[in-house]
């Protein structure tokens, strides 16, 4: 896995910052950043309007600004106790998407943190979003996050990507001696609906799959006090993400792992569907989608133009 040396950490002034700061200090120990924006975004002039009509004292919205920030660094120093990264704060007014999407351009950063609350509205538009067109990777922390990797589980479908998704796994979970399980989701096509294929496709399809399975295992080098496990999962209706959510309770997952595809351009980028199903589904497990900034970026830029 490459650095991720430079982080933002996008805050909402709620209760799920504690979970998402108490996250980034766990997840900081095992990798190690150089650099932590903290970074919150007022949505609208309204909002701050009625903070300063809470506090009659402020007489502008630097004023404000200037208390928040206090605010958000008295939690940052009661949770952040185990990293030695450099520390900033910062305070924007406008759209979310918009304004994490120029920090993106302006600070250039490997990862990206974002809570992720079960449930509330909204969130699964902003996540699709930011998966689309944000070139770093991209982490988002559930309110039931638990302090530990040991166990992950990474959705696969034999590709490059792939294997460099179960590498960057592996080395996750290496300081723990835990381990790294990726699932392949398969289908038998259907030639007449309803009906099954025959017995020889079925064989046919069994035989490529153990082959694919063969190879891919052969690519992976497994750190020695690290298991890694293929599991194979008949994928018959419903979401996808259905069946892998299904893996991560009878694993007892602690973190999913997802490559995003780098495109060459935004017509195939927008074929890349899984990382954004993954991050709009309501899972209470940390999902980290790896991204090659390098490749990716030159496609940001475009967009940003556009």
């Not at 979003?129 to 982490?139: M, N």
């Not at 792939?162 to 080395?171: T, Y």
């Not at 694919?212 to 006090?225: A, H, S, V």
Request: negative net charge; proline residues 5%.
């Amino acid at each position: 896995m490459k650095p991720l040396t430079n982080w933002i950490v996008c805050l909402d002034l709620t209760k799920m910052d504690e979970a998402v700061i108490g996250y980034v200090n766990f997840f900081s120990k095992l990798v190690k950043p150089h650099k932590i924006t903290f970074l919150h975004v007022i949505e609208t002039y309204d909002v701050f309007q009625d903070l300063i009509d809470d506090f009659p004292e402020l007489e502008t919205e630097e004023d404000l600004n200037e208390i928040l920030v206090k605010q958000i660094n008295t939690l940052i120093e009661s949770k952040l106790t185990d990293s030695v990264a450099e520390v900033d704060v910062v305070i924007r007014k406008g759209s979310a998407t918009n304004q994490i999407i120029k920090m993106m351009d302006n600070q250039n950063p490997d990862l990206l943190v974002l809570g992720k609350k079960a449930g509330f509205k909204g969130e699964g538009i902003l996540a699709q979003r930011i998966v689309k067109y944000v070139p770093c990777s991209i982490l988002y922390v559930p309110e039931t996050a638990r302090y530990s990797i040991e166990n992950i589980t990474v959705p696969i479908d034999f590709s490059e990507q792939a294997v460099q998704a179960v590498r960057s796994a592996l080395e996750l979970v290496k300081p723990a001696g835990g381990q790294v399980t990726a699932q392949h989701l398969f289908d038998y096509p259907k030639q007449f609906f309803p009906y099954m294929p025959d017995k020889n496709t079925i064989a046919k399809i069994d035989k490529e799959l153990a082959e694919k399975k063969k190879d891919f295992l052969n690519l992976i080098k497994t750190p020695g006090d690290t298991d890694f496990e293929i599991e194979l999962t008949l994928h018959k209706d419903g979401k996808m993400s259905d069946d892998i959510y299904d893996l991560c309770i009878s694993l007892k997952t602690d973190m999913v792992v997802v490559f995003s595809k780098a495109r060459s351009n935004m017509l195939a980028f927008m074929s890349d569907k899984l990382p954004e199903r993954m991050a709009k589904y309501n899972f209470g497990i940390p999902l980290l989608i790896l991204k090659n900034k390098e490749r990716n970026q030159k496609l940001f830029k475009t967009f940003l133009k556009s």
